[in-house]
């Protein structure tokens, strides 16, 4: 078993070598990022939504479940517009 470098990878290949291998890894990462950028994250935020609005549904039919076994009647919700007029 030999210790010496191979043949052709004088003071300057193995630098070389590693400066390609950085570039390729580079080249690698955009491509990446690139395909993160215009296809996982408008996934991820459609599915974020659609989760949200299925939330948002059960909250209230929970909502709904509490007020009908106390038996009381549900009270609109007022919106910030009519109560910030009627100051």
Not at 6 to 23: C, L, Y
Not at 24 to 49: C, D, F, G, K, W
Request: glycine residues 6%; hydrophobic residues 30%; charged residues 25%.
């Amino acid at each position: 078993m030999s210790t010496y470098p191979p043949p052709g990878s004088g003071a300057g290949g193995v630098g070389r070598r590693i400066e390609e291998a950085v570039e390729l890894i580079e080249m690698e990462l955009r491509h990446t990022i690139a395909y993160v950028n215009s296809a996982v994250v408008p996934q991820v935020r459609q599915e974020s939504i659609s989760a949200l609005r299925n939330m948002a549904d059960t909250l209230h039919t929970l909502a709904d479940r509490f007020e009908k076994s106390t038996g009381q009647t549900p009270n609109p919700p007022s919106s910030p517009d009519k109560d910030s007029h009627a100051r």
